[in-house]
């Protein structure tokens, strides 16, 4: 049973314009979230998180948005360029379990110029 | 900077042959993890350890087995290695800032 859902196989977006990457998950008790990206031949790189007490935290061209009652979170990439044609891999960990951390299967972002 | 390194790039092996995945870390962080990466699929956790000569489980351990004889070391080993083991194997370990931290990855093929 998937814990961590990103429903989107790919997504393709125009250069400049603002991609948003879903994700939902099931399990309440998770307690922080993490945005990884990953290109082809490398391993994935932290890219983003946010906390269970916040809704929104952002870096950069990265932001965030956590919505708890929906489990429901997101990661805009605004401006889109096009170095961020990758997978995204959206992550959870459990309150009080620091080492597990559940992965979603992945998004491919495609940026077309 | 957190350094992961992956003894191999690229992997070829013989179905049957016993393959072995080193993992080294430098920054004497205690978990360390092994995933694989599939098409589809994800990051699936094979086995992880969060102490030395200590390990636990992952999600798909069948037909792998590890070693953590030192705290900075951790071996991934395919015991007789199979052609659906064909996969990109990644090493990873945790800080205590929730982050983990990544090699560049093993691509296995198994022929």
């Known amino acids: 049973d998937q814990q961590v859902k990103q429903n989107s196989p790919s997504l393709s977006v125009q250069e400049g314009r603002i991609s948003i990457l879903n994700c939902d998950y099931t399990?309440?008790?998770?307690?922080?979230f993490l945005w990884y990206k990953k290109y082809p031949a490398e391993g994935p790189t932290f890219l983003i998180s946010?906390?269970?007490?916040?809704d929104k935290n952002e870096d950069g061209r990265f932001t965030v948005f956590l919505n708890k009652s929906a489990k429901h979170l997101s990661l805009h990439i605004v401006p889109s360029q096009p170095g961020d044609s990758a997978v995204y891999f959206c992550?959870?960990?459990?309150?009080?379990?620091?080492?597990?951390?559940?992965f979603g299967k992945g998004t491919r972002l495609h940026i077309l110029p | 900077d957190v350094k992961v390194t992956q003894s191999s790039r690229y992997l070829v092996k013989r179905t049957g042959e016993k393959v072995f995945l080193e993992c080294v870390q430098d920054?004497?962080?205690?978990?360390m993890f092994w995933y694989r990466q599939d098409p589809g699929l994800g990051l699936r956790l094979i086995y992880f350890?969060?102490?030395?000569?200590?390990?636990e489980k992952g999600d798909i351990p069948e037909g792998y087995s590890v070693s953590r004889e030192k705290k900075e070391r951790f071996s991934l080993i395919l015991e007789s290695a199979s052609t659906n083991q064909t996969s990109m194997y990644l090493c990873?370990?945790?800080?205590?800032?929730?982050?983990?931290?990544f090699g560049p990855g093993t691509r296995l093929t198994v022929l």
């Open positions: 992550a959870a960990r459990w309150a009080n379990r620091d080492d597990k951390i559940i």
């Open positions: 399990n309440s008790m998770f307690d922080y």
């Open positions: 946010i906390s269970s007490i916040k």
């Open positions: 920054m004497d962080h205690e978990n």
């Open positions: 350890s969060y102490d030395v000569k200590m390990k």
């Open positions: 990873a370990t945790h800080s205590s800032y929730n982050e983990q931290f």
